[in-house]
């Protein structure tokens, strides 16, 4: 076997370094430059927050009037009793309910009118991010949980998120 003699052993293994590496390099090529085929993914919906509902939670009803302004009448679909059984369906109704509008929210307050304690609340909407957003919620937060609430006739369809404090 004959080697490559020791004067030309360096050019050419300059030229055998640069063909690999430029082998490499073309191999490597992302195909970024070129046009997507297919359906991107959506972006990230990027809502401004409006309201601080969770600096609302374990607030008394007045103090929460005092920052969301004045109570407003509940929506045309719901009484009193269906806005009450929305908060509590399984453990009877609540004591009181009290409708807020305010950064493009509307927020239902349930309450004990006794302590005036704000127990919980129900956003209403149909779009959880927006929701999440404007309300300053996350779902990974250690002092309340973010829960869905679906219409009865419709369980596909969401009606708003309700938001629980942690004890």
Not at 59 to 74: H, K, T
């Amino acid at each position: 076997m004959r080697s490559i003699p020791h004067r030309c052993a360096g050019p050419v293994r300059w030229v055998a370094v640069l063909g690999l590496s430029l082998g490499l390099g073309l191999a490597a090529c992302s195909g970024a430059h070129e046009q997507h085929r297919g359906a991107l993914p959506p972006a990230p919906v990027q809502v401004a927050p409006t309201t601080d509902v969770p600096a609302l939670l374990g607030a008394s009803i007045d103090e929460v009037r005092r920052r969301l302004g004045p109570a407003q009448p509940l929506p045309g679909r719901f009484t009193a009793s269906q806005a009450s059984m929305l908060f509590y369906a399984g453990q009877g109704p609540a004591d009181s309910v009290t409708t807020f509008r305010t950064g493009g929210l509307l927020v239902l307050a349930s309450y004990n009118a006794h302590s005036r304690r704000v127990r919980d609340f129900l956003l209403l909407g149909h779009h959880e991010d927006s929701l999440m957003g404007r309300a300053r919620l996350h779902t990974s937060a250690a002092n309340y949980l973010v829960m869905p609430v679906f219409y009865d006739n419709r369980s596909f369809r969401l009606l708003g998120l309700r938001v629980i404090p942690v004890k």
